[in-house]
């Protein structure tokens, strides 16, 4: 499939959905209009969607999960931690819940469960505030929702647990993660794509650092190269962090904030990663307009 006729499908699920929205703004119908704009980047669109739909839906836990994580896009951690929690909240003890595609809906969206969802981006909030054992503990929550073979969700969260449990300083517990993690899994195993395998398996030994920082795009297609780059590159800058090459750190994610992806969870995690290495000095940050 070509970029064009991509570009041409998101469009219409994008006009699809403003539509319903428009003739009823419906809790589902406005879920998913914010959704479609999240997917095409229009991050403060998205939040205003979600925001007027809890004015009119107070205890939406669908639309608490879908702005929190549209605050961490934004950089508002400590918001974005406050709907998720609550979101949490609502939903615990509830049966596993897939959340529904909209009417007209022609993007490759993975079917993901509104619980693994709310605790994978709660457990990045407290990740990029730097709240470890809360993350950890998000984080195994989050591993509970895992569906049978969905080796997109099984690889992510437990390489985002790995990497909290490092900043812990807990690395017997951290390789036990890595131990967890199924051999030779195929590029075909997953949906969205084997970046986050490609990092656990550099944290094994198995791939050396500079092989995710050469990404082919492969299978991969859900992401261009960049947000690949992005994803990939911020399990390089880490591992050179664990292992105390500071300098080797500071230059993958410079490398990351000269991409485009500023939207990805590993350049907002590498920009959070050079503000804290220049000591909370902005000034001594470059971040890209």
């Not at 406005?30 to 980047?41: A, D, I, M, Q, S």
């Not at 517990?173 to 967890?180: E, M, N, P, S």
């Not at 390089?236 to 962090?241: I, R």
Request: proline share 4%.
């Amino acid at each position: 499939m070509t970029e064009d006729s991509t570009r041409e499908r998101s469009r219409r699920t994008l006009e699809s959905a403003r539509s319903h929205f428009q003739g009823d703004p419906s809790l589902a119908n406005t879920v998913w209009y914010g959704r479609v704009l999240g997917f095409r980047y229009r991050i403060d669109e998205a939040i205003t969607v979600f925001t007027e739909g809890l004015e009119r839906f107070p205890d939406s836990f669908e639309l608490l999960r879908q702005r929190g994580h549209r605050f961490l896009s934004t950089r508002r951690f400590a918001e974005g931690q406050a709907d998720l929690a609550r979101a949490a909240d609502l939903i615990e003890g509830m049966s596993e819940w897939i959340e529904p595609d909209g009417i007209g809906n022609e993007l490759p969206v993975p079917a993901t469960s509104i619980q693994f969802n709310t605790w994978y981006h709660l457990a990045l909030a407290h990740y990029l505030l730097r709240e470890w054992d809360a993350a950890e503990a998000a984080y195994r929550r989050c591993l509970e929702w895992v569906r049978p073979e969905d080796y997109d969700g099984l690889t992510a969260c437990n390489d985002w647990l790995y990497m909290t449990l490092r900043r812990k300083g807990d690395d017997a517990a951290a390789d036990q993660v890595l131990g967890a993690i199924p051999d030779d899994l195929p590029d075909g195993a997953f949906v969205e794509g084997p970046s986050y395998y490609r990092r656990l398996r550099m944290y094994r030994g198995e791939l050396r650092p500079e092989d995710l920082l050469n990404p082919d795009k492969g299978s991969q297609v859900i992401h261009d190269l960049e947000t690949i780059y992005a994803t990939q590159g911020y399990g390089v800058g880490n591992w050179y962090l664990y292992n105390g090459e500071m300098d080797r750190a500071r230059e993958v994610f410079e490398q990351i904030l000269q991409g485009r992806s500023r939207f990805a969870f590993g350049y907002i995690a590498a920009e959070r990663d050079l503000w804290e290495m220049a000591g909370g000095d902005p000034g001594r940050v470059t971040i890209p307009a």
